[in-house]
């Protein structure tokens, strides 16, 4: 097996011929992410049947061919917990593999645990532990030692290994398609995040009124636009907690915004205009009615129903040897109930998640079943493991 650590543009042009006819390609990146907007990618880790390479993204600069490689050929892409690959592919060539196996994921299908450490998913799949020892180490920094490019290549060792486990699991036991259904609304949900703009994740807006979460709205897109212009983290320029205080007290005066605790920070000081402009644009176009997003009405026997029926989640995912947290939430269990029994209740305007696909088929119909009466719970056995029993009744 080769092991070359590709450093040129040359060698990277030859690794990207020989990966043009491989079946499965295993991928890993090494990265640094705390300091920037965007993640400094620093090594990226390719696995074949014939060798194992580490590519120096610092060494060269453009990796674009690689990238082109990856999500243009008919190979299987196999990665775990591949979200900031990617983003990586995504930024580079606007494009993602065309055939996605994320280890991670296909082990929710496999057992009960998810999300699961690539470590974990190696020893209880394959029975081995991949070695470790630089965890902590700060990828951007050259020379790497043989020790650092020893242990990237272990993120990439046992990927394809893996891939021919889980898949034969997979199919075994039926969940191929239930697999390869979760892998596609999963890489559409990465390449949606990747632009999607929503100022109502800042923390601590709950109880803003109209006017305010307007001014919450101007500022973060105004943080979004200098965390990208800067290559900063968007918390470094402006923190949650100095939005919603700017929100609250609604003042566009440039002294009265820098007299608040907090944005006395040389940075923010030059800045002060810009903050004042982006509260008074806030005070001029308050959120419309339908602007405030979601809201929860949850009548008290929702509640109710959804504490008794979310236990049938974690046994029905228990028996069957899929990952509960994979699958949904007491929230999923509550927002089932309340679409089929009518009641207005937090929603995007799509079905509940558990009454789509693969989900459905496992725990959304025997909810249906429940609500229905057409099941009842029992207890089958207190000291089991999985006490409750479901019967149809007649």
Known sequence: MRHPT???PHELTQLCRRLESVKQIGIDTEFVSEDTFYSELCLIQIATGDEMAVVDTIAIQDVSSLWKVLTEGEHVTVLHAGREELNFMLRAVGKTPRHLFDVQIASGFCSNEFPSAYGSVVQKFLGTKPAKGEQRTDWRKRPLTDAQIKYAREDVRHLLALYDKLHGLLEERGRLSWFEEEMTSWQAEVVAASSRKDWRRVSGIGKLGS????????????????AQKLNRPQRRILRDDLIVELAKRKIDNPQQVM??????????????DELAA????????????DDHGPRHRVPPQLNLLGQFLAPALGSVCRHEVVAASLVGTASDVRELVAHRLGFHYESNGDLP????????ELIGKLIDDLLAGK???RISNAKDADPLAFDDIR
């Open 6 to 8: 590709i450093t040129d």
């Open 211 to 226: 006017q305010s979460l307007a001014i919450v709205r101007e500022l973060w897109h105004w943080r979004l636009e200098e």
């Open 259 to 272: 007299a608040i605790r907090g944005m006395e920070r040389g940075a923010l000081k030059r800045k002060a």
């Open 278 to 289: 982006c509260v008074r644009r806030g005070l001029e176009s308050p959120l419309e009615k």
């Open 353 to 360: 998640a558990l009454a789509r696909g693969w989900r459905s």
């Open 375 to 377: 099941k009842s719970i």
